[in-house]
Structures are given as C-alpha cells and as structure tokens.
C-alpha cells in the first residue's frame, strides 16, 4: 500500500504535499517524493526513508509550484531506493507519475517499451506508466493517460503531470482508493479522507475504473471508455482523528476488517490467473536450491511464532519436508544443528525484532539458506535473509497483530504449494486447486466478519473473565495460541493456549464455572476428539465458547456460545478460524476499557533483546 497526495490552487503546493503525506505515512514509509510544475518547469524531489528524511532534502533544496503530487511508499516491486522511490519520469523528464498498486503485466509492457526505445531507471512496476504515457502524449495528456491505462492489468490509484499541461493533474483509480477534495479554488488528491478532511470535507470518489481530469476550474470525471461522467460531490463529516482509522474506533479493529484485501494484495502479482504458477520476485532461491532443501526451521517471536506452527503443518504437509518451529531467542542460543541445506525461514511483521534477526545470523553463519517473510519493505531481517517474501498488508498500526497473521499465513501456504510443487508432490492442478480455494478466503473472511455483533455479544458476558482457555487441535492448537496470544496483549485478562489433548494431563483442574474455554472445534478427523474435550469441560462446570464450521449440528447441544465459520479446505482454515478470536479479543477489550492500539508495556516492534 502507498499514499499519494496532490494539491492544485493559488498556494504553494509543497507545505501541503508534505503535511499530506505525513497524514498518509501510515500506509508506507520506506521512501518519498514530491513532484511539483513551477512556470511550466517540473521539479522533483525524493529520496529513500520517511516524509521528514525528504523534508529535510527540501529544506536544503526547496521546490515551489502551485500544483503538485506527491508519494509515500510501500515497495512491493523494487526494493526501497532513490531510483524506486516515486514519482516516475518518462524519457524526456517532461511528465512524472506516482502510483499505490500493482501492474501485473509490467514484465511485458516493459519489455515492449525498451524494445521501442525506453530507457527505464527503476526496477518498478510504476516507471512503466511514465513511458506508456509517454508514447501517447501527443494527443494530450488526459488521453494519454486513458490510452496507456486500456493496455494494463493490476490495480492503481495514480496522478500524472506534465510540463506540457501545466494547469492540470489527471488522475486514475482500479483497485486502490482515490479521493478528489473540493476546497475554495483548491483542489486536493489523497488516497484516503484524514490527509484532506482539515482543509475540505467536499469529496469526489473516484470508483474503479473511472479518470478524473483536475483544472482549478473544475474536475471532470470519465469512464475508461472515455465517457464523461456525472459525479457528486460528497460531504464529509468525520473529525479528523477518527478518521484516521477509516471511521473505525481502533486500529486494530480496522486491520481485522482490512484483511480480505490484505490477503488479496498478498496474492495479487504472484500466482498466474490462468496458468496458477506461483513466483516470488525476492525468494533468491533456485529450483535446484529448492530440491536440495532437506529440512525447515521456522523462528519467530509470538504471532509470527503461532504463523511458524501453521507453517510445519503445511511444509510436512505439502511438501513432506520435515519442519520444526523455534522461538527466536532460543534458537540463536541452542546449537542448532543446520547446515546448507537447511531453510531457516524468519517470519516477521517488521522485520526489525531482535531475536528473529539474531536468528537469521545464527542461521546464516551456519551456512543455511534464510528467507524472510515480512511485512516491511527493506527492513533489516527483510535485508539480512538471502531471499525475502513480503506480506502486502500494508502498514500495521495496531500493536496487536492481525492482518499481518492471516497474510503471513497465506504466503506460508503459497511457499508450501511452491516447495511441493518443485519436489514434484503436487501436480500442477492439485496446485490451481489449493490456490483457487486460497483465493475464496477473502470473501470468506467478508461473510465471517458479519458475525461481528454476535462476537460482541459473546464478548460482554467474557468481559468480566480473569482467566480464560483456548484449546485446539492439530492446525486448531496454534490459532488457540494466537487467540490466547490476542487476548492477553490487548484486555490484560490472563490466557493460556493449549492443546486440547492436554487438558486431561493438568489444566482440567482449572475448569470451573468461572473459566470461560474457547475451543477450536472445526470439522476435520479430529472432530469426535474435540467434542469429547468439550464434554469434559462441561462436566466440571466450564462454560464453552465454541468456533466451528458452518452446517456443523451437533456442537449446539455441546457448546453454550458458537461462532461458525464458513467452510474451507483443512489447510486453510486457520486463516477465517483466527477471525472470531481477534474480534473476541478486541470487543472484550474495549468493554474493558483498555488502550487497544496502545496496550500497557507493549511495543508494535521489540528491537532489543
Ligand atoms: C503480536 O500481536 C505481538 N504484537 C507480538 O507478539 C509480535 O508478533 C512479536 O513481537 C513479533 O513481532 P514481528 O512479527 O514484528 O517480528
């Protein structure tokens, strides 16, 4: 996810490009820039880090203009450089172009491009934009922009300018938010409301598919088509701060509902529609690597941890590698027996957390392969790794985490497909299969979150709880983990996740009617197992919050609360069982009071040890 951010009045542009990227930094950080057309003449400014590394650049070197874009990043094609970072020029540096999304068939245009002439500077996806509108320029720079948008695939929200249309900013939306603000003879762009709300609350959305072109005199709106379009202007009447948060009280609840699109992001550009071949640009690791690969070590620190369990299921599973799951601090301080042709494989949101990085040099002094699956762009593990996979959740704000879970649990199951695939375990349609049930997880976690009030409800009666259990098993047992995990971070109340086969060899003794149990109960050949744990708890006076699959009837006469899942293939159900838990951790937080997004003694990235 990037942020883009335009201005276009009687002012000079820069104080508000800056001031709107830095309200849109939250969607990425790892490089910025500015573009502004002053008498004609275009200006650029970027650079690799946050809006304030840029700010300080402009201080030295200042640009002016009444008409402006600007971009904030979040490198999904490209590692975080000067030359990736946007926005991009054409060949003549006479128009630039910033763009939040993904062209899926930038590895073809490109080539068609360079094989007409183009000289590229960057290894984006975005540069191929500059250079398509390029070609059509002539024909003015609204049509150029339409023309050059018909022959891409993927997902944009994109501004362009160009010296030769000095009064203007032509922008573009597919797949990614796009806002056009109405001020008193100014205009603004910004890929969502908070960067805008302080200076207007007049709004145009531009929806998919749709072209605007922005003159301080009007905006005029069309179809790809070219068809001009009647659009209204929308009233705004959110305070900034809420905002923020897309109209969502915490961040963590807006990341919980942001997760169909982050698991779609995660996916977009890496498996083929038709031929659903799987590639990672950044994994660095050849077919003949990948058969060498005799063994796999997860390590982790908390949820990425409980990804880690996911992902031994999945690898032993999938690809009949024997797998195990290490706790960073510990495993830097075993002696870990690896060598060249093990797979250490970091999971982490930031990329920036101690332990995991000590882990990954541990690994690579013992000579074995390291990949990272990360959510940060250009982050030090991400950096560190031989290979890197990144999750597309865009930023999470909320220190509990969510989105990047579910997203590191897709890219775990994708690698296991992959790694299946080149051990010759899974055929080719075996594998469009899995993928094609992966790809119904978004709409399915869509369906599951309008259990939300139910979630609540459930949440109001726990919300006095001290101690609660979560038992699961086998992929249950980890998403027990997690949903203790979520609970304690966020509501303080004391959580423990356990596997369900276990309670007979000592936590039974806890179960009272003052232990609420939440218990993984997905339809599966454990099933029978976990019904009868559910039976022990009931009979020792538990009461049971059971998360089970849709069109299950027995657990209505086992269970005194039930969440149901939609149905998936057993590998994937970790992803929508997961779901119920963080609501359930979140709404008893709240009615509890607690600092959800901020809780006490907690910090988003552990970077010391
Ligand atoms: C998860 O909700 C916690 N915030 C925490 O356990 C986190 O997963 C852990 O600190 C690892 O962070 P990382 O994924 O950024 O490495």
Not at 111 to 121: A, D, P
Not at 135 to 162: D, P, Q, T
Not at 503 to 519: F, Q, R, S, T, Y
Not at 528 to 538: M, T
């Amino acid at each position: 996810m990037c942020g883009i951010f335009g201005y276009l009045g009687y002012k000079d542009a820069l104080p508000f490009l800056i001031e709107g990227l830095k309200k849109l930094e939250y969607r990425g950080y790892d490089s910025a820039g500015i573009a502004t057309l002053d008498q004609g003449k275009l200006f650029v400014s970027k650079c690799v880090g946050k809006i304030s590394d840029l700010e300080s650049l402009l201080q030295q070197k200042p640009i002016s203009g009444e008409l402006g874009i600007g971009h904030t990043r979040w490198a999904t094609h490209g590692q975080p450089s000067h030359l990736n970072s946007h926005p991009h020029e054409d060949c003549n540096s006479e128009l630039v172009v910033v763009h939040n999304g993904i062209i899926e068939n930038y590895l073809e245009l490109r080539q068609e491009l360079t094989g007409r002439g183009h000289k590229f500077k960057s290894a984006t996806d975005t540069e191929v934009l500059a250079h398509l509108i390029e070609e059509y320029l002539a024909g003015g720079l609204f049509h150029a922009v339409r023309k050059s948008l018909l022959m891409v695939r993927g997902s944009y929200a994109l501004a362009v300018i160009s010296e030769r249309e000095p009064g203007r900013i032509v922008a573009a939306r597919h797949g990614s938010p796009l806002i056009i603000g109405h001020g008193e003879n100014e205009k603004f762009l910004s890929s969502d409301i908070p960067a805008i709300l302080k200076y207007t609350g007049r709004v145009i959305y531009l929806d998919n598919g749709e072209l605007a072109e922005i003159s301080a005199e009007e905006t005029r709106v069309f179809g790809l088509s070219g068809k001009a379009l009647d659009k209204e202007v929308s009233f705004i009447s959110w305070d900034p701060e809420s905002a923020e948060k897309g109209g969502y009280s915490h961040f963590m609840l807006k990341e919980i509902h942001e997760q169909p699109n982050a698991i779609r992001k995660t996916i977009e550009g890496r498996v083929e529609a038709d031929s659903h071949k799987i590639h990672f640009d950044e994994l660095n690791l050849t077919d003949a690597e990948i058969k060498k690969i005799d063994r796999v070590v997860f390590t982790a620190c908390g949820t990425s941890w409980h990804a880690g369990l996911i992902g031994e299921y999945l690898f032993e599973r999938l690809a009949k590698l024997p797998t195990e799951v290490e706790y960073a601090a510990e495993f830097r301080y075993r002696d870990p027996i690896i060598d060249e042709n093990t797979l250490v494989i970091a999971v982490t949101q930031s990329g920036e957390t101690a332990d995991t990085l000590a882990a990954v040099w541990e690994a690579k002094s013992r000579n074995a392969k390291t990949i990272a699956i990360c959510n940060v762009a250009g982050s030090t593990i991400a950096r560190e790794a031989h290979g890197v996979v990144y999750t597309n959740a865009g930023p999470e704000i909320g220190v509990a985490s969510t989105k990047a879970f579910t997203t590191q649990l897709t890219v775990i199951y994708l690698l296991a497909i992959l790694f299946g695939k080149r051990r010759g375990l899974i055929s080719n349609n075996e594998a469009a299969e899995m993928i094609s049930r992966l790809v119904e997880v978004p709409q399915k976690i869509e369906q599951l979150l309008l259990s939300e009030p139910r979630i609540e409800a459930i949440a109001e009666k726990l919300s006095g709880a001290t101690n609660a259990l979560y038992l699961g098993r086998g992929k249950g047992f980890p998403i027990a983990l997690e949903g203790a995990l979520k609970l304690k971070e966020v509501s303080y109340i004391h959580a423990e996740g356990y596997p369900a086969a276990e309670m007979k060899h000592g936590p039974i003794a806890l179960i009272d009617e003052n232990m609420p149990v939440v218990v993984l109960a997905l339809s599966g050949r454990r099933y029978d197992k976990i019904l009868g744990n559910i039976e022990e708890v009931k009979a020792r006076g538990g009461q049971v919050i059971a998360v089970a699959s849709e069109g299950d009837t027995m657990i209505a006469e086992k269970a005194d609360e039930i969440i149901y899942i939609p149905n998936t293939i057993e590998p994937l159900s970790p992803l929508l069982a997961v779901v119920p838990l963080q609501l359930l951790a979140y709404y008893i937080a709240v009615k509890r009071g607690c600092h959800v997004d901020q809780p006490r003694n907690l910090a988003k990235s552990v970077t010391v040890e």
